[in-house]
């Protein structure tokens, strides 16, 4: 049978990680997909750059262009890899290629979560697939899992770390005490962060992702507008060292939960009790935890980021497009996991209605008094402590750091409370608030 023609849009880590693994992995490929898929052609902005991107056998066969347009109007071409990243021509680009009746592939999802409602309604339309595996949490089959595997529950919520870079950046700073701009350095060296590292570290990429985590765990249009974001710039040694000696650790997580009154959608750093297996869950690794009503938890990990893990995710796609070339559009599998017209309007609600356990580092004087007036203060607003620690002052200092776990409390309580707190003549400066989570039901 005619192998399947592939365009790539981009051949930097991505691209050429997918030209690689087709070439090396063509013969399985070809027999679990039950065609050849050949990469024909390829657009870059740089012709010299993408040849260097890979050895000579896998790059010599296939024809380079500066015009992306040639490539989603070329008639040949059957399926589109979108691995160029941006939301401006990638969306015109792959936009064009669905106009022009063709499959796509992409592991861009700040271009999902800002226009994926327009981009599969338009596929829906045409009746062709916008695959996009890549897209979260690098080589884990997760989208696979949520939309397949999974398909039997009902999704109370989903926990995950599902950025690479910050991952590698809190991993390296705890363990070997590197700094911060070291470490994201290497991160880029490594291939593993977005064009705009400030994506990675500022939790914007995490909430690109958990917003297409959202739309399929509970049916529901992409709203990344409406997620909270909180990156790891402003975590301090000192916390992650409080955490540490109670028996947590910080990660950055993001975690979308489905409660009565609509769904919790939000990225902060988060500290997680130690024995659980995510927390343990370093370096450019990433893992999501989905609890679903029928199977209990689920974990899922492996490599979230870097070239050949992603164009791993990629290739499946590609592999799942080919089986499926010939399936009646109105049967293929549903890119939300629900029939387009069965999205729920379930609300996103803001971060003040949030219910989480905190983790509070207070500066206080050390004077007699200071924990009663806290105690009440926060007893007053119906949060209960689960575990206080209070550090002795360094020599010759008189403010002390007190650390306090709560009990679950909505955020807005929380914020009042530390309102008051921070007005009392005993506080110093701004209290340090971070969320918990525990993870277990
Ligand atoms: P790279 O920067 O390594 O490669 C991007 C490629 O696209 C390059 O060939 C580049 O050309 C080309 N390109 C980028 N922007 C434009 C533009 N505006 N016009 C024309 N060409 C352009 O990126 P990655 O491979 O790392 O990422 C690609 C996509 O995959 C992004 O959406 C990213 O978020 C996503 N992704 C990346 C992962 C990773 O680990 N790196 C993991 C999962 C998803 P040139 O080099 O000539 O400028
Ligand atoms: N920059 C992303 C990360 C790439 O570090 O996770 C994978 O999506």
Redesign the pocket.
């Known amino acids: 049978m005619k192998p399947i023609q592939v365009g790539l ?9 997918v030209a690689k693994v087709l070439a090396r992995n063509a013969e399985e490929i070809g027999r679990r997909a039950g065609r050849a898929i050949q990469v024909s052609r ?6 010299d ?2 040849r260097a ?1 890979a050895p000579a056998a896998v790059t010599e066969g296939l024809a380079f262009t ?1 015009d ?1 347009h040639a490539i989603v109007d070329d008639p040949n071409i059957d399926v589109v890899c ?5 939301a ?3 969306r015109e680009l792959m936009l064009r290629a669905i106009a022009n009746g063709k499959h796509v592939v ?6 999902l979560a800002l226009h994926g409602n327009e981009i599969f309604a338009a596929a829906h339309a045409k009746g062709v697939t916008v695959a996009f595996e ?3 949490a ?1 080589g884990i089959p997760i989208i696979k899992a949520l939309r397949e595997g999974l398909a039997a529950n009902r999704i109370e919520w989903i926990a995950g770390i599902i950025n ?1 870079t910050s991952n590698f950046i809190l991993t390296e700073m705890r363990d070997k005490g590197a700094a911060f701009a070291d470490v994201l350095a290497e991160a880029q060296k490594l ?5 705009d590292p400030t ?1 990675d570290i500022e939790g914007h ?1 995490a909430a690109h992702k958990l917003t297409i985590l959202a739309a399929l765990a509970f049916g529901i249009p992409m709203q990344f507008e409406k997620a909270y974001l909180e990156g790891i710039s402003k975590l301090t040694r000192e916390d992650i060292a409080y955490a540490e000696q109670l028996g947590y650790r910080i990660k950055l997580l993001g975690i979308a939960r489905r409660r009565a009154e609509g769904i919790e959608l939000r990225v902060h750093p988060t500290l997680i009790p130690y024995k659980r297996i995510i927390a343990n869950v370093d370096g450019v690794m990433n893992a999501v935890v989905v609890q679903g009503d029928a199977v209990g938890q689920t974990l899922y990990s492996g490599r ?4 050949e ?2 164009a791993s ?1 990629v290739v499946a796609d590609l592999v799942d497009v080919t089986r499926t070339l010939t399936a009646d559009p109105g049967h293929r599998v549903p890119h939300f996991a629900f029939q387009p017209d069965q999205l729920s309007d379930l609300p996103i609600l803001p971060i003040s209605e949030v219910e989480t356990s905190y983790y509070l580092r207070l500066r206080a004087h050390d004077r007699p008094g200071v924990m009663a007036d806290i105690t009440r203060i926060l007893a007053s607003g119906g949060i209960s402590i689960d575990a206080m620690l209070q550090k002795e002052p360094a020599e010759g200092e008189q403010i002390v750091d007190i650390i306090i776990l709560t009990h679950v409390a909505k955020e807005a309580r929380v914020n009042d409370a530390l309102a008051q707190i921070e007005q009392l003549p005993t506080i110093s400066g701004k209290v340090t608030k971070l969320r918990l989570e525990n993870l277990d039901k």
């Open positions: 849009l981009g051949f930097g880590t991505v691209g050429s990680g390829v657009a870059v902005r740089n012709i750059k993408a991107a500066n992306f979108e691995l160029m990243g941006g401006t021509l990638a992409t592991a861009n999802k700040a271009l890549a897209a979260v690098g690479g291939g593993y962060a977005e064009a994506f990429d979230g980021a870097g070239s893990p992603t995710a």
